[in-house]
Structures are given as structure tokens and as C-alpha cells.
Nanobody, 127 residues
Framework: QLPFVESGGGLVQVGGSVRLSCTAS????????IGWFRQAPGEEREGISCTFTESGRTFFAETVKGRSTVSRGDAKNTLYLQMNTLKPEDTGVYFCASKCLYSMVRGIELSSDHNSWGQGTQVTVSS
């Protein structure tokens, strides 16, 4: 499966907001789930949201819960991640991928048959 294309990152001040785009080659409803992940320098990739496209339900990691929303664009092939009240620890490269999984025990993960990783988009939160 083709990788998604992430965009919308940049340099943001603490307390600011960012809206990231995840663009697929087809309607996002073609994928059972789409997740957002991020990787800070020197850290492992962290799952921060998982959206089940048929129900529209999204689960968030505790690190971003309450200040993040996910929405589907009018173009139907784009999923947005809106993050508010940004903190320096939100700095990292953000990726999206298909076939995320969620459980209360393990949090947000990816199925072994997810699509390829894209290039990601860098978000830098400055204080």
C-alpha cells in the first residue's frame, strides 16, 4: 500500500496550535483505521491517535488527550490532526499510517501489515 503524505508542521510557540494533514491516495474510508504517530529526537516512535474510520471514533494517547482532535477533510482523502496548547515535548516528526490498533492495555500500535511510512512532517515547539 502507498504511504500517506504528511504536511502542516513547522515552528510553533509554546501554547500555540498546529493542524497536520494526512493525505491518502484514496478515500480514507478505504482504510479500517488511520493513526498518527510521532518520534522525538532519540526516542522511539509513539502512537498518539487512532481513528476507526467507519465509526469515526478516535482514541488518543494520554500525552495529547484533551488538547487534540482528528477530523476528516472535505476532500475525503485527508485526515487532520489538530493539536492545541502545544508543549516543548510535542516536538518531533509526525507520521500517519494505516491499520492502527488500540487497547487500554497496550495503547496505540500499528498492525504488522500497515502501509509504508511516509516522510513525516516536523513540528518544533519553541519556548
Amino acid at each position: 500500500q502507498l504511504p500517506f503524505v504528511e504536511s502542516g508542521g513547522g515552528l510553533v510557540q509554546v501554547g500555540g496550535s498546529v493542524r497536520l494533514s494526512c493525505t491518502a491516495s484514496e478515500d480514507t474510508l478505504e482504510y479500517p483505521s488511520i493513526g498518527w504517530f510521532r518520534q522525538a529526537p532519540g526516542e522511539e516512535r509513539e502512537g498518539i491517535s487512532c481513528t476507526f474510520t467507519e465509526s469515526g471514533r478516535t482514541f488518543f494517547a494520554e500525552t495529547v488527550k484533551g488538547r487534540s482532535t482528528v477530523s476528516r477533510g472535505d476532500a475525503k482523502n485527508t485526515l487532520y490532526l489538530q493539536m492545541n496548547t502545544l508543549k516543548p515535548e510535542d516536538t518531533g516528526v509526525y507520521f500517519c499510517a494505516s491499520k492502527c490498533l488500540y487497547s487500554m492495555v497496550r495503547g496505540i500500535e500499528l498492525s504488522s501489515d500497515h502501509n509504508s511510512w511516509g516522510q513525516g512532517t516536523q513540528v518544533t515547539v519553541s519556548s
